[in-house]
């Protein structure tokens, strides 16, 4: 047996001891990260693996969690993803709805630069015309396959989604199977708040709640890498924050959470 067979029949282990759990699920993405980044062997993930399954269930995180899918990116349009939908969608991706919420946008929105996301999006299977723009006005009354939430201010992304009353609407259509993407502010998100952005981005006046959706116990520091201008900032809130409390992409990074 092959290295690779090894790791396959460990991790099948794992879920059979453990059970299809969204804490098996949320481990094996904290640990893709690390695996593209090639920081430990394949021998040190099934360890990992088995101790970040532990701690999760004794603490008992794991329980009320709903079990959710998510794409979370730092920068989506620098990644290659067609293997992450052909596995959550198949043929079906032709036919997805998808609604792009630019509420982050902190300057006047030119619908231009939406371009190259929209052409990345096509050429994973989906149809151009299935992809609708987000105003304050959308009905929800309208049905998606997925919400992509795009990134910009922080702070004004929250403000905006809970004026319009998307807010709940998404954290809603989540939990309900809808399939979300969140690319920089829309990955920051689906962590445990943003009130640390204060610290390198635009303050936007009248937000009073920086609580994400804590899909994922963790602050998600984004385009986390050196040349960012704010590298050093950024380092420093990781510091602030703890380490442990910090998911650190890079915009060649990404989590995928399925569904087991």
Known sequence: MDNEEAIIKSDFDLITKYGDSFAVSLAKAQLQMLKYKNLITKKEQIAILEGFIRDTIK???E???KKVDLLLCSSFIELELGEVFRKRFGNRIKNAKVLWIPFAVNKVFDPGCLIPYFDKLASYGIDKNNIEI?????SKENKYDIIFVAGGNNQKLKKVLIETGWWEEIKRRIENGVFYIG????????GRGMEFSKQYEEHVEGVTNYDGYCFIDKFFIVHYQEGNKNYEVKTKIISELGEGNCTKMSDK????IDKI
């Not at 987000?134 to 959308?138: F, L, Y």
């Not at 690319?183 to 689906?190: E, F, K, N, Q, R």
């Not at 990074?253 to 995928?256: G, M």
């Open 59 to 61: 603490s008992g995180k």
């Open 63 to 65: 329980e009320g969690m």
């Open 134 to 138: 987000a105003t304050p006005q959308t």
């Open 183 to 190: 690319d920089s502010a829309g990955t920051v998100l689906c």
């Open 253 to 256: 990074d990404f989590l995928f």
